[in-house]
């Protein structure tokens, strides 16, 4: 992705992400976004408005796959089976957009993690939390668990695998993805019972960003949807995505980084309803739908008619002169929010499907536009325990990032992209780069920028030459 925003951080928590999060009431976005609302579709409205009625009929059957099959829609694959399952289900992997990779590490391995978190909590009550009466989502990026699990091979093999799920339509393209780029991100030890961290669905990466012609547009990367023609619309690419911009406003956790994927190790083993993950696994559709929902107006309200005749293709018409600035559940600086309100033909009160039951070990990982959820309430009788590690590959932007991520590393203080402040850098028993090296194979040493980064065979002309860059950026 390309340059974002590099300043200093206030203080915060996850909460200060998302608008529905932080308390604040959502105000109508300025003429802007409707003069840029007209300049996307210019010139080919009657396309878009065609494509909006193939794309409602699509996902109505969908849908109905989706709330049918539940859990199960989700593909599961075992690491020790890594190769074979990668390929037999590339397809679906593909479609949905979500996995889950059985035993990535040992469950003894994971399951200890936890408990030694929660003593280096103990050795340090200053730690902050969302909510801090209650803590659920520690503002901790470098304990000891964490700088182990991103540097784990085999953690660094499913990340390289499963970047091979994306091409480059541009072999010229700066990114490479033969090996990945650590992303120090947060954790959750969620306890049973909880109802504070309800958040709903949503897509991380911006909001406004994916509209704007000098965020997600700078790439083309949604080029198809808004021309009419979503059925061509590659979430594959990543050729679009290196020159998009995620973050025009400096929000609070908003990510600058590439991250193909995102994903979390478990700590714990947790079912369905237990306060775990939440997706909607139609990655096409959904992201077609969401950009051209704002494009469209219902003739008659959902408190006139029946459900069914509310969602019917011939109730919904081009807003034409009446459209307003209006992107629904997108608000500048914070993720991008959805709801049965704003996105009825989603149908996400039966589509947000829950992963299938996790255990220690186990990697839950979901594509970068893959909308996704928690659990409202946590009715299961232990805690939901995830340590957030995504996928990363290499670009100018990410070994930018990269350099300034590990300077926080060795001063304590929160990735370059959170709230800012002390962090952990007056931590008791915080991991130093002795500690990484010492637990950390050479790839995992590259993936923190302490080594030196490599090319393959396999490399593009373009990955080659941003390898290089990257090196000279890390210092190397």
Not at 109 to 122: D, H, T
Not at 253 to 280: D, K, Y
């Amino acid at each position: 992705m390309a340059a974002t925003q590099t300043q200093g951080k206030r203080e915060g928590n996850i909460a200060d992400s998302f608008a529905s999060l932080s308390g604040g009431a959502a105000q109508p976005l300025p003429q802007r976004f409707l003069d840029l609302k007209k300049t996307l579709i210019r010139g080919h409205e009657d396309r878009v408005v065609d494509s909006w009625r193939r794309l409602l009929a699509e996902l109505k059957q969908e849908n109905e796959i989706i709330t049918r099959e539940g859990p199960k829609i989700i593909p599961s694959l075992d690491f020790h089976n890594l190769d074979a399952d990668l390929t037999r289900l590339r397809g679906e992997l593909k479609k949905r957009g979500v996995a889950v990779v059985r035993g990535v590490l040992p469950e003894d391995e994971a399951r200890g993690f936890k408990s030694e978190i929660e003593e280096y909590v103990r050795q340090n009550p200053q730690t902050k939390a969302f909510p801090p009466n209650d803590p659920q989502v520690y503002e901790l990026y470098w304990s000891a668990p964490q700088i182990r699990a991103r540097a784990h091979q085999n953690f660094l093999r499913v990340q390289t695998e499963f970047m091979k799920l994306w091409h480059l339509s541009d072999p010229d393209s700066a990114v490479s993805i033969s090996q990945p780029l650590t992303y120090a991100d947060r954790l959750r030890i969620r306890q049973p019972g909880d109802a504070a961290f309800a958040l709903g669905p949503h897509i991380d990466g911006g909001s406004v960003e994916r509209w704007e012609l000098e965020g997600y547009g700078r790439g083309g990367v949604y080029n198809k949807i808004f021309e009419g023609s979503w059925e061509e619309y590659d979430p594959w690419d990543a050729t679009t995505r290196v020159p998009a911009v995620m973050d025009n406003y400096n929000g609070l956790g908003a990510c600058s980084m590439f991250r193909m994927f995102q994903g979390w190790l478990s700590m714990s083993t947790t079912n369905p309803f237990e306060g775990t993950l939440m997706v909607n696994p139609a990655l096409k559709l959904s992201t077609a739908y969401l950009l051209l929902r704002p494009f469209f107006r219902p003739i008659r309200g959902p408190d006139h008619v029946s459900s069914e005749a509310y969602l019917a293709t011939d109730n919904w018409e081009f807003a034409g002169s009446e459209m307003t600035s209006e992107l629904q559940g997108a608000t500048p600086g914070h993720g991008q929010e959805l709801n049965h309100v704003l996105h009825p033909h989603l149908d996400l009160d039966k589509t947000m499907v829950h992963v299938p039951r996790i255990r220690p070990g186990d990697f839950v990982i979901w594509h970068c536009d893959t909308i996704h959820a928690v659990d409202k309430v946590h009715k299961g009788t232990s805690d939901s325990s995830v340590l957030y590690i995504p996928i990363c590959p290499v670009t100018e932007l990410n070994a930018r990032y990269l350099v300034r991520q590990r300077d926080a590393f060795l001063k304590g203080t929160p990735g370059p992209d959170f709230p800012g402040g002390q962090g952990e850098a007056d931590h008791v028993n915080r991991p130093t780069e002795a500690y990484l090296r010492s637990h950390a194979t050479v790839e995992g040493q590259r993936a923190f920028g302490f080594e030196k980064l490599v090319t393959t065979e396999a490399d593009t002309v373009g990955s080659k030459k941003v390898t290089s860059l990257a090196n000279e950026i890390l210092g190397f």
